[in-house]
């Protein structure tokens, strides 16, 4: 009978992203507190070994093996392709190896805004519940410090997907260059740290999603990051019904709304085109 030995094991913080293999490794991509992280696992004689990988952090990586089994011997083996991208780093294809550390940058997207002086933050906001919802703090180079910053909080929390660092010449450019600060929340409905956050949110549950982003909308107000009078929410199709029920539930939170592509109608849902 065949043995098996568990390389990865999620938990309440950690998921599985993906994986990809090369000749002799197997390597993790893991989404660790909602940024990435890649493990390599290499199989030898005293069973499977662990390495962490050093990659940009925190953001978002992707890993593809760039092996031909069919090719041998194939001087690309144990080559990696890695993607990277975070709110002030533009995406960036980098090339890697397995079993050690450097990546050589391939090509990268263009850079639209001048980062310097700007920073990313991750704070926690408790939601209703107790739950700790995440989120992420894009802060402009110069920002105010009597709780008056313009301040975009944006959201999803639907269909498993994960809300993750990622590049926007447009935010960046025309926000954060300008003094905004943007928000990213990482609400149940999404994957953040699968399939349980997701679950968590679905039918009877679905409160949860629209009391996490409110948590996220008072905890910056309390800890004077701006003010009810200066922040604003965004969100498209999922995230427009998100900030729709949200702005009549909690309008007290917020001055401005962007509600985008939004199916609001959920009892004429299955009428809908």
């Not at 709110?87 to 980098?94: C, R």
């Not at 019904?241 to 592509?261: I, K, N, S």
């Amino acid at each position: 009978r065949p043995t098996y030995a568990v390389l990865f094991t999620p938990t309440s913080t950690r998921s599985l992203a993906g994986w990809t293999a090369t000749r002799t490794t197997v390597v993790l991509d893991v989404l660790d507190e909602v940024a990435s992280r890649l493990e390599e696992w290499r199989h030898g004689p005293g069973g499977w070994t662990r390495r962490d990988v050093q990659a940009p952090h925190p953001g978002t990586l992707g890993v593809s093996a760039m092996h031909d089994v069919h090719r041998e011997p194939d001087p690309l083996a144990e080559a990696l392709l890695v993607n990277y991208t975070d709110f002030l780093t533009p995406d960036s294809l980098m090339l890697g190896q397995t079993g050690r550390d450097g990546l050589e940058v391939l090509k990268s997207r263009p850079r639209y805004f001048d980062a310097a002086g700007m920073r990313v933050e991750q704070r926690h906001a408790r939601s209703r519940d107790g739950t700790q919802v995440p989120y992420f703090i894009v802060w402009p180079a110069r920002p105010r410090d009597d709780g008056r910053n313009p301040t975009v909080l944006y959201g999803y929390g639907g269909f498993e997907i994960p809300m993750q660092p990622s590049y926007s010449g447009t935010i960046g450019s025309q926000w954060l260059a300008g003094g905004g600060v943007h928000v990213l929340a990482n609400i149940r409905g999404g994957g953040e740290f699968g399939p349980a956050w997701h679950q968590a949110a679905l039918r009877s549950q679905r409160q949860n999603a629209f009391d996490d982003f409110a948590a996220v909308a008072e905890d910056l107000i309390a800890r004077g990051v701006t003010r009810a009078e200066h922040l604003g929410i965004e969100g498209g199709s999922n995230g427009g019904l998100l900030v729709g029920t949200v702005m009549l539930q909690r309008p007290e939170l917020f001055r401005a709304v962007v509600c985008q592509v939004p199916l609001l109608d959920m009892r004429r849902f299955h009428l809908l085109l």
